[in-house]
């Protein structure tokens, strides 16, 4: 055996842990916590800049793994990803939230992004790559798009207040919005192409 | 429907999350109609920001959440495994029924064929009873004639003999440790927590009130840290009543307080409805004396639900809403004080997480007494309920941050938990497999020990022997149960038959459970003492009263009698085991038996009765309990739990009728959540529920905005022609119910638009008013207030002043011959019809008693235009005090009455004083205050514009040009703000913007640019043909219009709108801008070096005589330090 490379077993995917989530046993518990592992942090971190309310964000994160597991909502494996089903989950939840309270804030800037994303073992490559290359895009956003994006992503803000905020035209606004979320959908779907 | 090329603009923000609710449903109903090209590049942009997100926004999650929700989802597995368990052994019993009847050979042949699949199964059970069976059956059919066979005797003996073994096992023996279902257990671990609650107790008695908010997960011991606190603090002469909130879903609106008010009145379960009035009525009249009792009954009446009060002569009468809400309020709020100026009181609330909306907000609205009043409000609660008791903790630390007290209760340590194990089983020394196994499964929790140490004793699995315990094989068992539940369901297994009969039927009913309910449900024959005994013997039920002590003076706040479950993880355990048809019979007889036993006093169990009969799914009930029960709380102001009802009701109508109900019935139902909607606020919601209960009525609500104008164009020459033709107004016998029904819905609609859809506001109003034409205004609620609103909306709008004039005619004569209300909101629509039409004499005021008595009735919205608009009237006529204390007045509408909105009101008509003061600093903090407060297009359009104003008499032109920027933005985006009111303020500031800008230019000594010229000719004409129709800027507009001109060199047309100023500042009263017209006027005048010019024959220094003379009466410093600095300009000029 020597000179042979030890394999790790692959991570199980998204689909797999969903698939074994839904049959409640103790392997649907374990598929569940390992699903939480993963993408907790993610919910949680956009129902926060939505909500502007750790608490209501922990409500929120709660409310949507409880309706996961008893598949009051469910992802069909095949028609888009994972985290992009789970993300317009959070997104609506948290703006059908806002809507009840119609509250806003001042514009949250986007986090600081020096800290690459996607260094978790547990991740594929895929995803890790994915990171790396969005994290770059948007770091080279020029500075007008960076602040546009900025403006208008997961704050709860309309875009004609974003517009307002950032003392720009409307079109204005929407063109630089455009323009970025292009670059960045290109890449996914490029890193999604060489998958 | 949105066009392609609109929605693939708006798609990467729908991605993003930053469209507004309307473009958010147009974008997906363009996708969802099919067009390829969007959802394929919807997928691509939602893609891009889940990466976005993804790299952005990952935030580590508190573990508790984590927790939290590993503890539900194995919760749920332990709840799924057991029913499955449940399942399997309900069909095994089956099969051990069928045992004996297969071995006497008389099963049919397919029932027979089952059976022998299932023994080749492998069932060892069934095999060997078989077996058994078969000797029994041999041995019988042999004996028939003879003695019986040894084997036949031997075979029962064994059967008796190992009958009586189990049953050993149930009971406790001789040798059986000391066990927890003998006396209460021991509180351990909890000494902090005891001195915190023993400290506010001793200062209660000494008269001082605070608040404690005990938090802590099901089972750590809230009621009982409680029960030992008051207990222990023994009799103080202190007045103690308890309530608690129960996990129905179908609430009793206020429901602990409801009960703390029963308790006081000491009204009986079996007395009806009359009595109980008449308990009430006593009981207030003795706490709050005779003279006050007639304005607080009325109110507690309308929260019990006795009144319905939509009319009458009662003070609660006619009172809908927020305001009744608040009265409510009020009400209760004095009956606790003078509660508590007898007796200091303790007043404590468990579970307040299973709370409804209004007893949150009863109980916000009562924290006040506790820094005022010896009261001492102790609320438990379980944590991540926000919207519940999350919400009071937030207001208490906010508002009583020093009364109030917080104590979180956590599990217990390891040596604790020994400790309790010990004090529970009553040995020092327990053995080592014990040790652990309450380490492990109690989770330092004391409910799960208690559990734990209970079912170790009653399954013998512990024993003394010697002195000492020793364990047993049966251990191991007891270790391999994966759940507190399974433990608690292991118990309820070795009940008595009847026993868990009656336990499993007191579990329908919630927490609480009432005994003569109980007893109907059991039916005749049924001994509920004997077998209650049995329950609480083993620590499942306790009576409601056993927490009465003789050393304190407490009173349960349920007066009903009957039982409590020990604990909730208990009832909800039970219940949960439940098969689902069982559990629907049971619901379903609960049901039944509360309306036979309550028959006299329905009313109090609409909300439970709801739930049963849902939970039984008979669905034609529960949808008649749950809109009656949804009427009950709109008529008590609980409109979050109509909501809720209603909500529900439609639901099941739905469930029922299908596409088939009937459109009248379901018209009412929309109607009933619209209003609720509109009672807590949610407007947007609300209106497109308006609107389906509108199309049901059959009548048609334009969907785009071509049919929504081309129908305005129907509708205002219609309202005109019938205005002139006189059908407004006139009796007309052959107005229907239907025509009733329908203007209530466009009425109440048009009041939710004039906040939250400027789109659609003016086209609907004017179809409403259409409609009013239709109407008999006899029959109508309202319908001068009605008629005066229309006449006011034609004022508002800018149209004309003919039809506002007409419409206030009309309303005058309805309102001679109507009430108080009536004649309350003719005069303030007519009060906002002479604002903007100019006439600003104080006849037109309201006086101070006929405005109280329109707020005790509710008439908040109408009641706050008016005390807005009169400050405004009163700042431009320089009555400065007086404004002060109407912006008290808005104050205090949004805290004594909840009408949040007067808050907009009071910010802003205090930074308009703020300028009128020209005390610039913190007029520009109040504007930016006012901006912030509310999410209105109109509220920001007002403050900008006002902070432009700001910053040109501040001469900061780069921020005033920045503000009016923003104005101007959203004036271009935002529909229905063209309205003089609105747009008026924003030309205003134009106005003074262009003249900075003009002069700043004639300082500098520049050339004009054109461009400039035209851009003030343009502005001066649009200023001047919105102040013609609102006078509030009139004099301003022509004062800022005739120097402008007078700077352009146009000199007739400057002295002509100098004339218009004076004259209409005149008329108005205004003195601070008549002032700054003669200051103006001498500035123009004075510049004018050769040949001097006079105005109405007197020279600039006449009119710099005036001014001052002006501004010293009105105290203007400021202003008298410009015309200082003018003077300086002028020589120099």
């Known amino acids: 055996l020597r000179g042979t490379a030890i394999q790790q077993p692959a991570p199980p995917s998204d689909e797999d842990l969903i698939t074994a989530a839904s049959v409640h046993d103790e392997n649907g518990v374990q598929a569940f916590g390992l699903l939480y592992d993963r993408h907790g942090s993610f919910v949680y971190g956009i129902a926060r800049r939505f909500l502007r309310d750790p608490r209501e964000a922990e409500d929120l994160l709660q409310d949507i793994f409880v309706k996961l597991w008893e598949r009051q909502i469910r992802f069909k494996p095949g028609k888009a990803r994972f985290t992009t089903w789970l993300y317009t989950v959070t997104r609506n939840r948290c703006l059908d939230k806002l809507k009840v309270s119609s509250r806003r804030g001042p514009i949250l800037p986007l986090p600081d992004l020096s800290v690459a994303q996607g260094d978790d073992p547990e991740s594929d490559s895929y995803a890790s790559e994915c990171c790396r290359r969005v994290c770059a895009a948007i770091a080279e956003l020029p500075e007008s798009q960076r602040k546009a994006l900025s403006a208008c992503a997961f704050q709860g803000l309309t875009h004609e207040a974003a517009a307002a905020a950032l003392g720009i035209p409307l079109g204005t606004l929407k063109s630089r919005v455009k323009a970025a979320m292009s670059k960045i959908a290109g890449i996914v779907a490029e890193s999604e192409g060489m998958e | ?1133």
């Open chain 2, 1 to 1133: 429907m949105m066009s392609h090329v609109r929605v693939q603009e708006l798609i990467p923000l729908y991605a993003l999350g930053s469209l507004g609710d309307e473009q958010r449903r147009s974008v997906e109903l363009h996708v969802e109609s099919g067009c390829e090209a969007c959802r394929g590049e919807l997928e691509a942009f939602e893609n891009a920001a889940a990466e976005v997100a993804s790299v952005t926004c990952r935030t580590v999650p508190p573990s508790s959440v984590e927790n939290r929700l590993k503890a539900r989802v194995r919760r749920d597995l332990a709840a799924r495994s057991k029913l499955s368990e449940r399942r399997r052994g309900e069909e095994h019993r089956r099969y051990e029924l069928l045992v004996p009847l297969y071995a006497l050979g008389s099963l049919s042949r397919s029932v027979r064929a089952e059976f022998e699949a299932h023994l080749a199964s492998g069932c060892r059970r069934c095999s060997a009873m078989l077996a058994e069976d078969e000797n029994t059956t041999a041995a019988l059919a042999s004996a028939t004639a003879h003695q019986p066979p040894r084997a036949v005797t031997e075979n029962l003996k064994a059967r008796i003999q190992r009958d009586a073994r189990e049953a050993e096992t149930l009971v406790p023996r001789a040798g059986t440790p000391r066990g927890p279902m003998t006396s209460n257990s021991p509180l351990v671990g909890r000494e902090q927590e005891m001195r915190l609650l023993r400290a506010r107790l001793a200062e209660l008695s000494k008269g001082e009130g605070a608040m404690v908010s005990l938090e802590a997960e099901a089972g750590l011991g809230k009621s009982r840290l409680i029960q030992e606190a008051l207990s222990e603090y023994g009799a103080q002469g202190l007045e103690i009543s308890m309530g608690r909130c129960v996990a129905v879903e179908g609430k009793v609106s206020y429901e602990p307080f409801v009960d703390v008010l029963k308790a006081w009145a000491g009204v009986a379960d079996a007395s009806d409805a009359r009595r109980h009035k008449a308990s009430f009525d006593a009981m207030v009249t003795e706490l709050v004396g005779e003279d006050a009792a007639a304005d607080v009954f009325p109110f507690v009446a309308r929260m019990l639900g006795w009144d319905q009060g939509r009319a009458g002569t009662s003070p609660a009468s006619g009172i809908e809403g927020v305001a009744l809400e608040r009265r409510i309020h009020e009400a209760v709020r004095t009956l606790f004080a003078a509660k508590a100026a007898r007796h200091p009181l303790v007043v404590t609330l468990e579970d307040l997480h299973w709370a409804d909306q209004s007893t949150i907000r009863l109980l916000e609205a009562l924290l006040p007494l506790v820094e005022t009043h010896p009261v001492l409000i102790v609320a438990s609660f379980r944590p991540g309920n926000d919207s519940t008791y999350g919400r009071i903790v937030a207001f208490a630390d906010r508002a009583f941050r020093l009364r109030h007290h917080r104590i979180e209760l956590r599990p217990l340590l390891r040596r604790q938990t020994v400790q309790l194990a010990r004090e529970l089983l009553g040995h020092e020394e327990l053995p080592e497999q014990v040790v652990r196994l309450v380490d492990r499964k109690g989770e330092g929790n004391p409910f799960f020990i208690e559990e734990i140490a209970r079912t170790l004793v009653q399954s013998g699995a512990v024993v003394e022997e010697a002195g000492r315990l020793r364990v047993n094989e049966r251990l191991a068992s007891i270790a391999n149960y994966g759940s507190v539940g399974e433990l608690v369901m292991s118990r309820v297994s070795r009940l008595t038959p009847q026993a868990r009969r009656v336990l499993e039927t007191a579990s329908v009913m919630g927490r609480q459970v009432y005994r003569r309910v109980l007893e109907a449900m059991l039916g005749e024959g049924a001994d509920v003492d004997e077998v209650v005994r049995e329950l609480q013997a083993e620590r499942f039920l306790r009576p409601m009263s056993t927490r009465q002590t003789p050393v304190l003076k407490v009173r349960r706040l349920s007066a009903e009698s009957g039982f409590v479950f020990e604990h909730a993880l208990t009832q909800e355990t039970v219940l949960a085991s439940l098969a689902g048809a069982d559990r629907r019979r049971l619901h379903r007889i609960c049901a039944e038996a509360v309306e036979s036993v309550y028959k006299h006093r329905l009313q109090d169990f609409y909300g439970l009765l709801a739930y049963q009969y849902t939970g039984a799914r008979c669905l034609e009930k529960a949808n008649e309990y749950l809109c009656k029960a949804g009427e009950a709380a709109a008529a008590s102001a609980a409109s979050a739990e109509a909501l809720y009802f209603f909500r529900e009701g439609y639901r099941t109508y739905k469930i029922l009728h299908g596409s088939s109900g009937d459109k009248e019935t379901e018209a009412r139902l929309e109607r009933d959540i619209a209003l609720a909607l509109l009672n807590v606020g949610n407007l947007s919601e609300c209106i497109e529920h308006f609107n389906a209960a509108i199309r049901l009525y059959g009548e048609p609500v334009p969907r785009s905005a071509w049919s929504m104008r081309l129908k305005f164009l129907r509708d205002l020459p219609a309202v005109l022609a019938g205005l002139y033709l006189g059908s407004f107004g006139t009796d007309k016998s052959s107005c229907s119910e239907r025509d009733n029904a329908l203007f209530e819905l466009m009425y109440n609609r048009c009041r939710a638009q004039n906040i939250a859809d400027d789109s659609r506001r003016t086209f609907d109003t004017v179809a409403a008013i259409r409609h009013v034409g239709h109407l008999d205004p006899s029959s109508v609620e309202n319908s001068t207030g009605i008629l005066a609103a229309a006449g006011a909306f034609f004022a508002f709008s800018g149209i004309s002043f003919g039809p506002s004039r007409r419409f206030l005619a009309i309303a005058e004569k309805l309102s001679r011959q109507g009430g108080r209300s009536d004649r309350f909101l003719y005069r303030t629509m007519a009060f906002v019809v002479r604002f903007f039409e100019g006439d600003w004499s104080s006849r037109h005021d309201i006086a101070e008693e006929d405005f109280e008595y329109g707020l005790r009735h509710g008439f908040l919205w109408d009641a706050d235009v008016y005390l807005g608009m009169n400050c405004e009237r009163n700042i431009h006529q320089g009555e400065y005090e007086k404004a002060e204390l109407q912006i008290e007045a808005c104050g205090e509408l949004c805290e004594r009455w909840g009408y949040d909105f007067a808050r907009s009101n009071q910010l802003g008509t205090r930074a308009h004083l703020l300028v009128a003061q020209r005390r610039l600093e913190e007029a520009r903090e109040a504007a930016i205050r006012w901006h912030e407060v509310r999410n209105e297009d109109q509220i920001h359009l007002l403050a900008l514009s006002l902070l432009a104003k700001i910053e040109c008499l501040d001469h900061n032109l780069g921020a005033a040009a920045d503000a009016l920027a923003r104005a101007e933005h959203i004036r271009s985006h935002a529909r229905g703000l063209h309205f003089p009111f609105y747009s008026g303020a924003y030309l205003t500031s134009r106005l003074l913007f262009r003249l900075q800008e003009l002069e700043e230019s004639h300082r500098s000594q520049r050339t004009v640019p054109v461009r400039l010229v035209r851009r003030v000719r343009r502005d001066c004409r649009r200023a001047l043909a919105s102040a013609r129709k609102i006078a509030r800027d009139r004099t301003e507009t022509f004062r800022l219009a005739a120097r402008l001109y007078w700077l352009l060199g146009s000199r007739t047309r400057a002295f002509r709108l100098w004339e218009q100023a004076l004259d209409v500042g005149g008329q108005l009263g205004e003195k601070a801008e008549l002032a700054r017209c003669y200051r103006d006027l001498w500035r123009s005048l004075a510049s004018v070096k050769t040949n001097p010019v006079t105005f109405r024959g007197r020279d600039a220094s006449a009119w710099l005589e005036r001014a001052i003379d002006a501004f010293v009466q009105l105290g203007a410093e400021r202003e008298l330090e410009e015309i200082d600095k003018f003077k300086v300009e002028v020589r120099a000029a």
